[in-house]
């Protein structure tokens, strides 16, 4: 079974602090996500990568950077944490899409963060 | 991605089938429809994808009309464990990005 472990499940962070947040993939998969979750708003994509050193923006970048040395690993930074990144994360991973691989996304179990 | 419709709440009878529809009518032709479920504090979790045909796998059933512009979730003999979000979503298969919508609430009761 793919296995995406997500560092902690609960983190209490204070306003200003630099907070990060890591993810591991134990699939070999290309792909790498962070979204967040909050109620009334569904999932949002923060960054993806696709390979090692590579990166994109999702929907809403913005307070966020994230960072893959290697290809297991994807950690998101929270360069300095605010109320408003009050928020469950999600980490998943997939295989890059061919026409058989269907795009299937692997998640962790979340990181439940409180900024306060 | 094409944009999907579902309804915001459903309820089941223990050990009677569940049917989540979803509506997908500005579906092109190489999308699929995936189906995502998420119980609650939980990550979501893969269920189970389809193109044309029908699919089953040991979790459930997708149903897809013939026009591709709906589909039905279908689990056979719902759990209490079955209750989450149940989320329909349509994207192109090499596509890298999924966007999730508000999904369906599944109340399995017993």
């Known amino acids: 079974d793919v296995k995406v472990t997500q560092s902690s499940r609960y983190l209490v962070k204070r306003t200003g602090e630099k907070v990060f947040l890591e993810c591991v993939q134990d699939?070999?998969?290309?792909?790498m996500f962070w979204y967040r979750q909050d109620p009334g708003l569904g999932l949002r994509l923060i960054y993806f990568?696709?390979?090692?050193?590579?990166?994109e923006k999702g929907d809403i970048p913005e307070g966020y950077s994230v960072s893959r040395e290697k290809k297991e690993r994807f950690s998101l930074i929270l360069e300095s944490a605010s109320t408003n990144q009050t928020s469950m994360y999600l980490c998943?991973?997939?295989?890059?899409?061919?026409?058989?691989?269907?795009?299937?996304?692997?998640f962790g179990a979340g990181t439940r963060l409180s900024v306060l | 991605d094409a944009k999907t419709t579902q309804p915001p709440s459903m309820d089941c009878a223990e050990g009677r089938a569940a049917n989540l529809p979803c509506n997908h009518s500005t579906i092109s032709g190489n999308e699929y429809v995936y189906w995502y479920r998420q119980i609650h504090s939980q990550g979501p979790q893969y269920i189970i994808h389809?193109?044309?045909n029908n699919e089953t796998n040991e979790m459930a059933s997708l149903i897809i009309t013939e026009d591709r512009k709906s589909s039905t979730l279908i689990l056979p003999h719902a759990t209490l464990r079955d209750t989450a979000v149940y989320y329909c979503i349509v994207s192109q298969g090499s596509a890298r990005q999924l966007t999730f919508g508000s999904g369906t609430q599944l109340t399995v009761l017993p």
């Open positions: 990568s696709y390979d090692v050193k590579m990166k």
């Open positions: 998943a991973s997939s295989l890059t899409g061919t026409s058989l691989a269907k795009n299937i996304q692997y």
């Open positions: 389809g193109l044309k």
């Open positions: 699939m070999d998969h290309e792909n």
